[in-house]
């Protein structure tokens, strides 16, 4: 069935370092490849999303890349501060409707 | 910038209880969902709405849950008889178009 996986589940960095996160989706027909902030107590916050036909997006200190042909697509954050810290999903959307969400990755920015 | 609204932020509810869960969408917004997140895990879909009608719904939205407009602002999840296993965070979410959903805050639902 659907599926998308995520790694790691929890990620520390420095603050300035890089952190990247990535998922792996099942379904082939999946073209819509949204990534979720979820700060706590909150619900999960759009903060940047790629269509199957775009290979990276970026918007500001973040980036997304898509490989279609394996399936996987990733979150990149550059000069990573305290206030990313928070748990990030990734989802996967086929045809209209659901979302099929990661299994989520806690990250944590050490001043 | 807006927002969805959710009422309430939490709700505790013996087993057996019927609960109603309160949405207000984004005004021009078409699409509504419904998911769950159970603590510490991901969230999962529940159900679409869509020109008055369920779309999609998952595996968990079995007979026991209901969605509803009642009157063109709200959208309501009910679930009519609860259990201990249906304690989680859910969360109503709405969409111009079938992406970039936006999510409300949740209500934490507490099962006793």
């Known amino acids: 069935g659907e599926n998308v996986e995520q790694h790691p589940s929890t990620l520390s960095v420095q603050e300035g370092d890089s952190a990247v996160i990535k998922c792996t989706y099942s379904?082939?027909?999946?073209?819509?490849f949204p990534w979720y902030k979820q700060e706590l107590g909150k619900g999960p916050q759009l903060i940047i999303d790629?269509?199957?036909?775009?290979g990276e997006k970026k918007d500001q200190r973040i980036a997304v890349t898509l490989n279609k042909t394996a399936k996987h697509f990733s979150l990149h954050i550059t000069e990573t501060q305290p206030e990313d810290s928070a748990v990030y999903f990734c989802?996967?959307?086929?045809?209209?409707?659901?979302?099929?969400f990661g299994t989520g990755t806690r990250l944590k920015v050490l001043a | 910038e807006p927002e969805v609204t959710q009422t309430p932020s939490h709700q505790v509810t013996q087993m057996g209880q019927e609960v109603i869960l309160r949405c207000v969408p984004i005004?021009?917004?078409?699409?509504f969902y419904w998911y769950r997140q159970i603590l510490g895990q991901k969230v999962e879909f529940l159900v679409s709405?869509?020109?008055?009608?369920?779309?999609?719904k998952s595996e968990i939205f079995d007979d026991q849950f209901s969605v509803e407009r009642p009157d063109g602002s709200n959208f309501t999840l009910k679930i009519r008889s609860t259990k201990l296993e249906d304690s989680a965070m859910y969360f109503c979410a709405s969409s111009f178009d079938s992406d970039g959903y936006t999510f409300g805050s949740g209500t934490r639902l507490t099962v006793v």
């Open positions: 379904d082939s027909a999946s073209n819509y």
């Open positions: 989802a996967a959307m086929r045809g209209t409707y659901k979302y099929i």
């Open positions: 790629i269509r199957s036909n775009v």
């Open positions: 709405f869509y020109n008055n009608e369920i779309s999609e």
């Open positions: 005004s021009n917004h078409l699409y």
